[in-house]
């Protein structure tokens, strides 16, 4: 029988390509996630739980109702500058709720956990390249947030007999080669995208920030490392574990860095478009160069990975890019058409055009009616539905018209 896998935040970014390779590697995939960035289009593989891990009746009863072999922990607040003004949050999301994880893989038996966590848990790098023995000193709330949880996964599997795979990932990057899969969150800052943003004319420009670092060039120097190995790593990482094998820390880099004028570059070169590039002063706590020593996956997993180059990673994103703003061009026509509940919704201020804009994503793939998607998601209530399917008919009708 196929091995069942729990995968929060399996609707993200990385979560989605994951869950893509575990399908495809024969695993049964249970995604629990509350698609507060993420997006029910993005689970192609195995079933969908829209739900909170702050909700703890509703995460043990997913772990009640399945007989999970392993969980993979993505679900996370993601953004630095955001975890210095709202700390709290990431401590309640990250860290607390890694708690209410950890207590139900105790009270359930599960034995096997994969951890998402960062290079953020290093801050300033002392020394270059970075490996997992090197001193962590996170410089910011987020960073800390997943040290912490690294520990008490840590002190947890000490007691109970737990194994783990910790992953500290450096800059995640690219989107699925076939086109299905990418990043959709729309607040992130990541430079890749931020440049095809700029290229796709998104943004007006593109900001780098500090060209006086010790570097070949003056600007910072980091580790991209593609989507899709970086889900191989995930797969490999629970293949270990199932063999038996050792908890492990791994980085999740190439060991090799590209600095920001590079990557911009290789944006410009690949999109054909020379937008504006503004240089700015350095960020406080930003570092020259982050770049990781990945010997130690490479060795102990046998990861091997596929898509180590910079042009691969900037022209499966800037294709993503464009499949998204083909994507919402078409939600905003049907949105437009006449009669339709999401028009009628609009033009009555009851939701905003992002959330129509996810609820139809979501219809595309669930094939579920939107009115059920808005009222699941608590945008809309049953009765607020009533009413505008009501409404909907008398149009439909030209009733509407006639009064
Ligand atoms: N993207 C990167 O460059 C990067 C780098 C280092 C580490 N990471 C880590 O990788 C993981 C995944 O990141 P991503 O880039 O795929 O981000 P993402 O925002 O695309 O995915 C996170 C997913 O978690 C879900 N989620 C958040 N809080 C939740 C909650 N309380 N309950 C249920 N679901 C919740 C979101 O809806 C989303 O689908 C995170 O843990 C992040 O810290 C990412």
């Known amino acids: 029988m196929a091995k069942k ?7 993200g970014y990385i979560g989605s390509h994951t869950i893509r390779q575990l399908g495809e590697a024969g695993y049964d995939v249970v995604v629990y996630d509350n698609l507060s960035t993420g997006s029910a289009a993005s689970v192609i593989y195995g079933e969908l739980i829209i739900g909170s891990l702050d909700d703890k009746n509703l995460l043990s009863q997913t ?3 399945h007989k999970f072999d392993a969980v993979l ?11 210095v003004v709202k700390p709290l949050d990431y401590y309640t999301n990250n860290t607390c709720n890694t708690l209410n994880l950890l207590h139900c893989c105790q009270l359930f038996d599960v034995k096997k956990i994969i951890f ?15 490996t997992e023995l090197s001193p962590t000193k996170p410089m910011n709330p987020y960073g800390r947030s997943k040290l912490m949880s690294e520990q008490i996964i840590q002190d947890f599997a000490q007691a109970s007999g737990l194994k783990y795979v910790i992953l500290r990932y450096f800059n995640v990057a690219g989107a699925d080669t076939t086109g299905k899969l990418g990043q959709s969150a729309k607040k992130a800052e990541h430079l890749i995208k931020v440049a095809c943003d700029a290229a796709l004319g998104r943004r007006p420009c593109v900001n780098i920030f500090g060209t006086d670092f010790p570097t070949a060039d003056g600007t910072g120097i980091r580790d991209y490392i593609h989507v899709e190995d970086l889900a191989t790593a995930h797969v490999d990482a629970l293949q ?6 050792d908890s ?14 590079e990557v911009l570059k290789m944006v410009q070169k690949i999109s054909g478009v020379d937008f504006p590039v ?3 002063q350095r960020r406080a706590g930003d570092p020259a160069c982050v770049v990781a020593s990945a010997d130690k996956i490479r060795t102990i997993l046998g990861w091997e990975p596929k898509y180590n180059n910079l042009e691969t990673i900037v022209s499966t994103a800037l294709n993503w890019e464009k499949k998204l703003i083909a994507l919402a061009t078409l939600e905003k026509q049907l949105a437009q058409q006449n009669f ?3 028009a009628l919704l609009l033009e009555n201020k009851i939701i905003s055009s992002t959330e129509l804009e996810r609820a139809l994503h979501e219809q595309l793939v669930t094939k579920q009616k939107l009115g059920e998607i808005l009222v699941h998601k608590s945008i809309i209530s049953t009765q607020m539905l009533e009413k505008f399917l009501l409404e909907q008919t008398w149009r439909k009708q030209g009733i509407w018209l006639q009064v």
Request: charged share 10%; hydrophobic share 35%; glycine share 12%.
């Open 248 to 261: 492990q820390i791994f980085n999740c880099g190439y060991g090799q860095g590209y600095s920001v004028r």
């Open 63 to 65: 772990f009640s109702q």
């Open 278 to 280: 503004i240089e700015n």
């Open 240 to 245: 270990y574990l199932e063999a038996g094998n």
């Open 116 to 130: 998402s966590s960062t290079a953020a848990v290093y801050g300033q790098p002392e020394e270059y390249p970075v």
């Open 73 to 83: 922990h993505f679900a996370a607040h993601l953004s630095v500058p955001e975890s």
């Open 5 to 11: 896998i729990l995968v929060t935040g399996g609707a």
């Open 340 to 342: 339709r509940l999401g």
